[in-house]
Nanobody, 128 residues
Framework: EVQLQASGGGVVQPGGSLRLSCAAS????????LGWFRQAPGKEREGVSC????????YYEDSVKGRFRMSRDNAKNTAYLQMNGLKPEDTAVYYC?????????????????????WGQGTLVTVSS
């Protein structure tokens, strides 16, 4: 059974930092590209960041560029999202997801429909 276990969420003041982790099991981690998505209350899910298998290629949604940094450790089957300079509008449930970039698929993608597996989410609340 494939599992993506997201953790690291919590309550933080504006300007603060959090580091989310996504621990994967039940799959060959370095066969999968990864993504982080979020869903705020009353809003649709949106892509935050995504990364290729090697980690050499990545994408960031405009509102998080320069503040968030995604990374992955294939030896530990874990992905990370370092979030700095957090703003109240970053408040959301954050999800990690994985897909196999084969059969003509892109090496990495922010399109949620392409993802094969999703984690359960971790809540990030930015509030003073």
């Amino acid at each position: 059974e494939v599992q993506l276990q997201a953790s690291g969420g919590g309550v933080v003041q504006p300007g603060g930092s959090l580091r989310l982790s996504c621990a994967a099991s039940g799959l060959v981690f370095d066969d999968y590209a990864l993504g982080w998505f979020r869903q705020a209350p009353g809003k649709e899910r949106e892509g935050v960041s995504c990364m290729s298998i090697s980690g050499r290629s990545s994408y960031y949604e405009d509102s998080v560029k320069g503040r968030f940094r995604m990374s992955r450790d294939n030896a530990k089957n874990t992905a990370y999202l370092q979030m700095n300079g957090l703003k109240p509008e970053d408040t959301a449930v954050y999800y990690c997801a994985a897909f196999e970039p084969k059969g003509g698929r892109s090496a990495y993608s922010i399109d949620p429909s392409i993802y094969d597996y999703w984690g359960q989410g971790t809540l990030v609340t930015v509030s003073s």
